[in-house]
């Protein structure tokens, strides 16, 4: 398996409190990526890293920001979480331009 | 716009039984496609790519762009074959695209 590391895998907040979920590599990976898990959605890409402080938005970015202050973490902010935010959330890396993306476990994420 | 239809959200067989999971993209370009397969609140895994024709775990997805098709195939289902399957489709470099799943139940 790649080594990539999410963390929390699990958590629970209220509504209108600030979250940050991390990724974190040991693949020296170029593209790291957050998607959202929902059913009868499949996997929506949110933002996207395509090296240290560059950073791009994906189909579902409204309401989340990205940083990327190391090749190895790319974490994810939630300002201020909506409950329709609660959704599980994967990471993914990938390397070169043609390489396929690897995914992380996961982080479920419950807003009420 | 590119997109990437399963149109099945459930498929239950029984053990032996051929599979099939379809797969249908649009995309104007020349595209390069996956299936990635999820066991019960696992990972997404790398199932398959097209460009490297491989079968795995008995699986094999043939690309038809006449059809704009990825249909992931198996002759003899296996209960451990259970899992949810996504069918993606890469346009550009550094993005995926992923259809909305379909579960695959395999009955004893």
């Known amino acids: 398996d790649a080594g990539i590391t999410q963390s929390p895998r699990h958590k629970v907040t209220e509504t209108g409190t600030p979250v940050t979920l991390r990724c974190h590599q040991t693949e020296n990976h170029r593209y790291m990526y957050w998607y959202r898990q929902d059913p009868g959605h499949g996997l929506r890409l949110i933002h996207y890293s395509y090296g240290v402080k560059d950073t791009d938005k994906g189909e579902v970015s409204d309401g989340y920001s990205v940083s990327r202050s190391k090749t190895e973490d790319f974490l994810l902010t939630l300002e201020s979480a909506t409950s329709s935010q609660t959704s599980v959330y994967f990471c993914?890396?990938?390397?070169?331009?043609?390489?396929?993306?690897?995914f992380g476990d996961g982080t479920r994420l419950s807003i009420l | 716009a590119q997109r990437v239809t399963q149109p099945e959200k459930l498929l239950s067989v029984f053990k032996g039984a051929p599979v099939e999971l379809k797969c249908n993209y649009s995309?104007?370009?020349?595209?390069?496609l996956f299936w990635y397969v999820q066991y019960s609140r696992q990972r997404l895994q790398l199932l398959l790519r097209?460009?490297s024709r491989e079968s795995i775990k008995g699986f094999t997805a043939d690309l038809n762009k006449g059809e704009t098709s990825f249909h992931l195939k198996k002759p003899f289902a296996q209960e451990e074959d259970s899992a949810m399957y996504y069918c993606?489709?890469?346009?550009?470099?550094?993005?995926?695209?992923f259809g909305t799943g379909t579960r695959l139940q395999v009955f004893p």
């Open positions: 993914a890396i990938s390397g070169k331009d043609n390489q396929p993306q690897h």
């Open positions: 993606a489709l890469r346009p550009y470099t550094d993005k995926l695209i």
């Open positions: 995309y104007s370009g020349s595209p390069e």
């Open positions: 097209h460009i």
